[in-house]
């Protein structure tokens, strides 16, 4: 079985101020690592992904997220934020392999809204 | 440009009845997956597809049903339309099993 917690519902942060929006995972098997991002009305776009090499990953709009095995870890994090990253996140694992391969679970969500 | 569009947009039906949402894609991906979206719950899984005529059950598969008869198209039915599944409607799909998924604009359903 596998899960993922988003640790934040919302998330409200000033304009030009940084961000970090955390994901905790659990799986009995090796797992590819996304985010996704969804504007009001819209379907889900992919922000980034992991899934192999280097622990720091870079997506688009100038977010970026590390993973850490040891902690089951995937954050989310922007150095300085819009006012049009407002929406809501999520964070989602694919299982990797076996036969469960391509099975996907993803988190609640986080909102998050950046205020003038 | 390839893509992946839902129909209908918006939908209201009564109890009882049976509705069918349409996902079509144009990327020749073999593998589709269709969620449910409801606060405070994220995205479930419903009934995913790896091929023509392969349809997996996901963890919230009861009431819906699909087929897959070509690669471009994964209708959901809901056979016979509960007020528990008023919710918004997201197909997807993907080139390979274990990675990205593209996801459709959703579709708004409304079980009175």
């Known amino acids: 079985a596998q899960s993922v917690t988003q640790l934040d519902s919302q998330v409200p942060v000033f304009e030009e101020a940084p961000v970090e929006l955390r994901c905790n995972y659990s799986?009995?098997?090796?797992?590819?690592l996304f985010w996704y991002v969804q504007y009001p009305n819209q379907g889900l776009q992919l922000l980034l992904k992991?899934?192999?090499?280097?622990?720091l990953v870079k997506g688009i709009n100038g977010f970026e997220a590390e993973f850490n095995k040891s902690q089951t870890s995937f954050h989310l994090r922007k150095p300085s934020v819009h006012i049009s990253d407002t929406a809501e996140y999520f964070c989602?694992?694919?299982?990797?392999?076996?036969?469960?391969?391509?099975?996907?679970?993803f988190g609640d969500g986080t909102t998050l809204t950046v205020k003038p | 440009d390839a893509e992946i569009t839902q129909s209908p947009r918006h939908k209201i039906t009564e109890t009882g009845r049976q509705v069918t949402l349409a996902c079509h894609q144009t990327?020749?991906?073999?593998?589709m997956f269709w969620y449910r979206q409801d606060l405070g719950h994220g995205l479930r899984l419903i009934h995913y597809?790896?091929?023509?005529?392969?349809?997996n059950k996901g963890e919230v598969s009861d009431g819906y049903s699909v087929s897959r008869s070509n690669t471009e198209d994964l209708p959901l039915t809901l056979e016979s339309a509960a007020s528990s599944q008023t919710s918004v409607y997201f197909c997807?799909?993907?080139?390979?099993?274990?990675?990205?998924?593209?996801f459709g604009p959703g579709t708004r359903l409304t079980v009175l």
């Open positions: 997807a799909s993907s080139r390979d099993r274990a990675n990205e998924q593209f």
């Open positions: 799986s009995s098997v090796s797992v590819y």
């Open positions: 992991y899934l192999s090499g280097s622990t």
């Open positions: 989602a694992v694919i299982q990797a392999w076996g036969t469960n391969a391509g099975k996907s679970t």
């Open positions: 990327w020749n991906h073999n593998n």
């Open positions: 597809s790896y091929g023509v005529h392969d349809t």
